[in-house]
């Protein structure tokens, strides 16, 4: 019997114990409970992104954690070996989800959906080096939204930034910026600049350190590391100094007749026209800032690419003001004269570890790192379909994934910093007696207030003690106590005593006699 | 680079293919992708549930999707074999979790909690031979409430039992009736009967199948099968017909000298006695049949346990009348005399499938199964607590678990049988241009409309055809368009048309003619 298993197994393992090898209760490395009140905080989160996502008319899709491994199989270069495998009990390989889209591209391209608009807010697994205090787990949410099917140029890909500013802004997070650039744009930097086409993702993803090293770190990793010749790496330093409002680089970089006879450029160029054109149109133009050294870590963008940063992208110590700077005015600096940036001073504390897909900033110093990135990829869905032997058009994607974890870390500091109570749950009512127990009585009225929907408890014992009950009202800050005492329920009246807000009036306060009836009434005008 | 390691799976694939071993499409056995319709039904099951959840004052907890194995060893008995391991990938051996209820047990252990009263609504995994078309699922939710701490004797099981009717209730699937009974009353009456103490666990797994076999196959499996003694088998047969309301079936039961004998099954009684006056007081013992052959599964119970079952628990074709019967009315028939229940005649098809928790009733042949079931188990904290060495008292906990894809069955067959339309997500308002694209105009429309709450779309494409945008709106069933032509919009007016409800005349409705800024009140006022 399993009784009996598992005294066997209690004795087994108090042998262990005292031979020094014992039990531990905790949860697998990289991974935590969460405790009531941040699945709280969570679950807030989740329904102030899902409330913005169906005003986008999104709907939501639900896959499998895990996945048949050659699903995932090549699809996150060097990452891959951060994938978690289920072990082969027989049947099926599968391994768990490393992100929501690779699962999105395979469940569009099985299905054989040509156009969607979903979102899903899910757990993704990395067996990555975890940095409990950072942030950085290895399970942790993700929250996608993507937009698939054939449109005209950059309309969906507005759609995805508006709804990411309308987000970023419901979410209380202070201030935030969001940097793009375009992969064709870049790729004609390089054109231009002359780098070896064997050499563009290296480089690329060289740039892409911008935001944590300096230029001179950068243009090291080029040169050296990488063997780029240092006339060609110069050139590049021309261009992805550059940043400022969207009008203004656009406008700087059109002006650029080399730049413009490179056909990617001149057609990343476009997009970006058309697609500030949109953005002004829907008021979130001034929110954006057009970064050259934005380069995003995964492969398989192929146009828009963005990342929203917050004032607590930046660690503490190298914030100097409690709101973020605007974005930075244009500046067209040589790479000598990049001006330093807020974050670029802190070192990475951990360089050897695998960088992650939303992982651009390195967290473990500079603060939360950005809170939101995507772009454009075209070509995956139709990557699955071809692999199946399946004979279809491209199902172009644009997307944005939302890093709940950090989202989560700065509205906890924000709530801190308030010195707002933090409840786990958000009972309305605590009922207690005061002489004789009267079980039934506190079950009977807590039945009636919970039946006109208020959040009630009471203590699960027959003759309970008062100061027991008024410290289990207290700790979880239960806002209103109705206290039943035989005489006052003899006459039909319980007494209705706020525990906070204007009524609340220190320990006299009695609270207020009420009739039993009228009791709903009068305790929800005081909700 | 990523790309070429793509093309260079592609080309893999395509060979692949060639040769016979195709790559798939498909998720792994026995899971599904939930599409928008279902996922957006689950979602609604969820938050009703959840909304009951928090007028009991329940708060929540998240748990990781894997555990230590050494956490789920031993706690499932032989169904341990279901269980899900992750590959050893180097580091700590780790599985997915079984069920919600040992990660409880192992939170409040590991973290020295001695009383909570937590709801987990969350996907567990069983390595179970799938009947997709059954909804048996190797993935799938479920939706816990438990209370943990030392209370006075019924009070918290008369909660959970109060949760579970308002749960029920609330959750519209039709009549349900809630089975219960007692282990201590079972052993009491094993005892009486004589069963060897060594076979009480398995003469229990016996009896708890006569919901899906007679007495007859039942006796012969104590019997034949594990060797009981006729005469012993003969007299459990006297009691585990009995059933019917409680306080009929109690008194019955009181008044048996012999039984009242036995100390465990005294006990046992007097907690039905006490559990039924706090039921009445919460004005759900009608829903309630005392039924002395429900046992339950699993070997964890250590008092009162229950199962809920509703009128589609039965196969249709077993199903005499569209609504439940009332619990039986109190029989004590003898063995031979045992009425035939509605869903007793049909045959396992897969006798040999593990048994699993919450599947005492096999659904492949018996409709949906019980959509709710639990107990009082107060020994599985502190075995924790004990196996990792420390002293600490029994934390005993009372619990249910909703069986969330049952009632998603029901709910669906429901909705199904109104032929109520199933969306996919709930956009309020379609905007469309007639004549000149207008896509910018759109684009602010849709803006105004969103910044007031009103879930919009409008088709991404700079010059829609007219057909494909009604189509569009039509597909998703959206019950308001707002159509934008030149000549309005130069006058400042949008033509607003209804397509679902009181308003919406046919083809000929041509929608009104709305002034610009007054659209937002007047869609608000048609939604």
């Known amino acids: 019997a399993e ?111 040509t156009s969607m608009k979903r979102y899903h807010i899910g757990k993704v697994y990395r067996r990555d080096q975890p940095v409990v205090t950072k942030g950085r787990m290895r399970e942790f949410f993700q929250c996608d939204f993507d937009i698939a099917g054939v449109y005209d140029s950059m309309v969906p890909d507005a759609e995805v930034l508006s709804f990411l500013c309308d987000a970023l802004t419901a979410l209380d997070i202070g201030e935030f910026t969001v940097k793009m650039n375009h992969r064709k744009i870049l790729d004609g930097i390089f054109e231009l600049a002359g780098v070896p086409q064997d050499k563009t993702r290296s480089i690329s993803s060289a740039v892409d350190k911008l935001d944590k090293m300096s230029w001179a770190d950068v243009r090291k990793e080029m040169t050296v590391d990488k063997g780029l010749d240092p006339v060609i790496a110069d050139k590049i330093g021309e261009y992805v100094g550059l940043k400022g409002p969207g009008w203004d680089v656009l406008k700087k970089l059109e002006a650029d007749e080399k730049l413009m006879g490179i056909e990617s450029a001149k057609a990343g160029l476009a997009d970006m026209r058309l697609l500030f054109e949109y953005l002004e149109v829907f008021g979130v133009l001034d929110k954006m800032s057009f970064d050259m050294s934005l380069a995003r870590g995964l492969d398989y963008y192929t146009g828009l690419i963005y990342e929203a940063i917050t004032e607590f992208s930046a660690p503490p110590s190298a914030r100097p003001t409690p709101s973020v700077p605007a974005p930075d005015a244009m500046t067209s600096s040589t790479p000598t004269s990049l001006p330093a940036k807020a974050d670029k001073k802190a070192k990475s504390s951990d360089k050897d570890k695998a960088k992650t897909e939303d ?38 994607c644009v997307g944005i994934s939302i890093g709940v974890e950090r989202v989560y870390s700065i509205m906890e500091m924000r709530r801190k910093n308030r010195e707002e109570k933090i409840r786990g749950k958000e009972t309305d009512v605590y009922v ?12 009977a009225f807590a039945k009636m207030l919970r039946d006109n929907g208020i959040k009630t408890e009471f203590m699960y014992k027959a003759k309970p003690k008062a100061p027991a009950q008024w410290k289990a009202a207290d700790d979880d800050h239960v806002p209103i106590v109705a206290i039943l005492a035989p005489a006052e329920l003899e006459s039909g009246t319980v007494r209705i005593k706020q525990q906070v807000g204007k009524d609340a009036a220190g320990e006299e306060n009695k609270g207020v006699e009420v009739k039993v009836e009228e009791a709903v009434a009068y305790i929800k005008q005081r909700l």
């Open 432 to 443: 207690l007696a005061l002489g004789g127990g009267l079980l039934k009585e506190r079950m």
């Open 3 to 113: 009784v009996d298993e598992m005294k066997a197994l209690k004795e087994q393992l108090g042998k262990d114990k005292k031979s020094g090898s014992g039990f531990q209760l905790k949860t697998p490395k990289g991974t935590v409970d969460h405790r009531p009140e941040a699945t709280l905080l969570r679950k807030k989160i989740f329904h102030t992104l899902e409330s913005i996502f169906v005003k986008y008319g999104a709907s939501t899709i639900d896959t499998p954690v895990f996945e048949l491994r050659e699903i995932l199989a090549g699809k996150y270069g060097e990452d891959s070996k951060l994938i978690y495998d289920l072990q082969d009990q027989g049947g099926e390989l599968c391994s768990l989800r490393y992100d929501l889209t690779v699962p999105f591209a395979r469940y569009l391209a099985m299905n054989g959906i």
């Open 359 to 396: 992982d651009a900033v390195d967290e473990a110093s500079v603060g939360v790192g950005s809170i939101a990135a995507g772009g454009r990829y075209d070509n995956l869905v139709g990557m699955f379909a071809e692999a199946a032997g399946q004979k279809r058009d491209q199902v172009p």
